[in-house]
């Protein structure tokens, strides 16, 4: 939701700017190419970063710590 706010806002910038209040000249065009680099930049880093968290310590459990429980199988921990 916090992306979707951010997105819609800076869309809205473009929309309800006015050049002699802020001195800003804002487009809906300009803030879309903007939201647009933002995101991919977003995903493009997102994306490197699993995939080397992947590659070293991996992003999943194993199929027996799955069964077993994350909380006895990861932090040791049981109900009694």
């Not at 970063?49 to 049981?78: A, C, N, P, Y």
């Amino acid at each position: 939701m916090h992306g979707i706010g951010g997105i819609i806002g800076a869309l809205l910038t473009g929309v309800f700017a006015s050049k002699e209040i802020s001195g800003l000249n804002a487009s809906v065009l300009t803030q879309l190419k903007g939201v647009a680099v933002t995101v991919i930049y977003g995903f493009a880093a997102s994306f490197v970063i699993l995939q080397v968290i992947d590659k070293t310590m991996g992003l999943r459990v194993t199929e027996e710590q799955e069964r077993e429980g994350l909380d006895i199988s990861l932090h040791g921990e049981s109900i009694e």
